[in-house]
């Protein structure tokens, strides 16, 4: 849910000939903020756990288990972070079927690219690298902030949807501009995989040069805010 509409909402913008062409990047961070609100809401059950970086920053915060009492362990990452990015690859699937003629029409591969994954607007690994650990620092610190302290639960789905969705807003309006703001390896991971995979017709490269920066970034900037939520954001309850 949450790939099928952020993809969706930079497809709609981006891509020839769609109703919301030119529509800018205002409209896709909301379009964003909506597709995790969305997302946050029907992943209850796992405690809406979407995110490795989320994930992995919650456990570096001292974690005890996830949603419906699943216990934190090696296994249980494991299988959180190869749904998260399954999930990602299916919701680009979704996106690319319910514009498979605009993909089609549109004669500019960079864009169609740009409708699955993230890229820079200034090349500069380093310091893409660097935004993409600050947006996801915000990201994990702030929603740890959200469950007032360490997150003994893990979860995300108590929190309620509209504050983390309200969150992803303001990042993309703040820190988004240099990298288009993946914070999260799976939105990023999985998209550009389907990329690689689809018969999406002169689709270019899928810019692999690139994709180690939105999943290296969101990893380290979960895990630096789970460890330092930990001194600075004091325990309520």
């Known amino acids: 849910m949450l790939v099928l509409l952020g993809c969706g909402v930079v497809a709609n913008v981006a891509l020839i000939r769609n109703k919301g062409q030119g529509g800018g ?3 896709v961070n909301l379009g964003w903020g909506i597709a995790v609100f969305a997302g946050v809401t029907v992943a209850y059950a796992s405690g809406a756990h979407l995110n490795p970086a989320v994930t992995l920053g919650l456990v570096a915060n001292g974690a005890t288990e996830f949603g419906m009492g699943v216990p934190v362990g090696i296994a249980s990452v494991l299988a959180y972070i190869g749904a998260q990015l399954v999930g990602a690859f299916l919701g680009a699937v979704a996106c690319w079927l319910a514009y498979k003629q605009h993909f089609d029409a549109e004669p500019e591969p960079a864009n169609k690219l740009g409708v699955f994954s993230t ?36 979860g995300l789905a ?28 799976a939105r990023d991971l999985g998209p550009r995989i389907a990329h690689a995979v689809l018969p999406i017709r002169g689709k270019g490269g899928s810019d692999w040069a690139y994709s180690w920066v939105p999943v290296v970034g969101p990893v380290v900037g979960g895990v630096l805010a789970g460890f330092a939520a930990i001194p600075l954001l004091p325990i309520i309850g």
């Open 158 to 185: 108590a929190l309620g949807a509209l504050p983390v969705a309200l969150l992803v807003i303001g990042i993309g309006a703040s820190l988004g501009g240099p990298t288009g703001y993946a914070i999260n390896p």
């Open 119 to 154: 890229g820079p607007a200034i090349r500069s690994y380093g310091w893409n690298l660097v935004t993409e650990v600050i947006g996801t620092f915000v990201l994990v610190f702030v929603v740890i902030g959200f469950g007032g302290g360490r997150q003994g639960d893990g």
């Open 25 to 27: 990047f205002l409209m």
